[in-house]
């Protein structure tokens, strides 16, 4: 079975709000997580990774937070834009392979 | 898509029919990946390759196997192709130095199986 899943299959957002998408692991031997973007016709785009010793990496607009106590993985999107809009997948890695989640369709509103 | 291209884009073809995918990439990476993508899942690895001449299976590998002759070409074969391959395939390629967990995706291939 899938060791990575995300929380909620949908999110609606207003545009200029913080989206936050969450995930959940199972495997805590993981040494990276990694966050991917997917628009509609497109393959996955990186967007962040955090290394599984550390706790928040931050990007531009994007911070990723980790908590191995509760293995639960985060994505936050400051000030959401239109060009949000695309389905989110959270991953992890391990002996250069990545596990997938099954994605959250993040959606912003006008 | 980080100089990678898939051909073809689109496929139909018969259950039972040999098909064959292309990933060809300009980046001169160690690693290519092959996955699908189907409704309700994330992707899922199919098989993998670490080198020329060297692959590796991938979570769901049944029915399909792989060809590396060159660093730019990974190839993905459908020896007979059945319905339940009916997927979208994308190939990654990763292993730039201090980023091997950076895989980069390709446009994808359609595959439908009749």
């Known amino acids: 079975g899938e060791s990575v899943g995300l929380h909620l299959p949908t999110l609606s957002v207003q545009e200029g709000d913080n989206s936050i998408i969450n995930c959940a692991y199972s495997?805590?031997?993981?040494?990276?997580f990694i966050w991917y973007k997917q628009e509609s016709g497109k393959g996955p785009q990186f967007i962040i990774d955090?290394?599984?010793?550390?706790d928040k990496r931050q990007g531009q607009r994007v911070t990723v937070l980790l908590n191995k106590t509760v293995k639960h993985l985060s994505l936050q999107i400051a000030a959401t834009q239109p060009g949000d809009s695309a389905v989110y997948f959270c991953?992890?890695?391990?002996?250069?392979?990545?596990?997938f989640g099954a994605g959250t369709t993040v959606t912003v509103r006008a | 898509d980080a100089g990678i291209t898939q051909s073809p884009r689109h496929k139909v073809t018969e259950t039972g029919t040999p098909v064959t995918l292309r990933c060809h990439q300009t980046e001169n990476h160690r690693y290519m990946y092959w996955y699908r993508q189907d409704p309700g899942h994330g992707l899922r690895l199919i098989h993998y390759s670490y080198g020329v001449k060297d692959t590796d299976k991938g979570e769901v590998s049944d029915g399909y196997s792989v060809s590396r002759s060159k660093t730019e070409d990974f190839l993905l074969t459908l020896e007979s192709a059945t319905s339940s391959q009916t997927s979208v395939y994308f190939c990654?390629?990763?292993?730039?130095?201090?980023?091997?967990?950076?895989?980069?995706f390709g446009p994808g291939t359609r595959l439908t199986v009749t």
């Open positions: 955090i290394r599984s010793n550390m």
């Open positions: 990654a390629i990763s292993g730039v130095a201090g980023s091997a967990n950076e895989q980069y």
């Open positions: 991953a992890e890695f391990n002996d250069y392979k990545l596990s």
């Open positions: 495997n805590s031997a993981s040494d990276y």
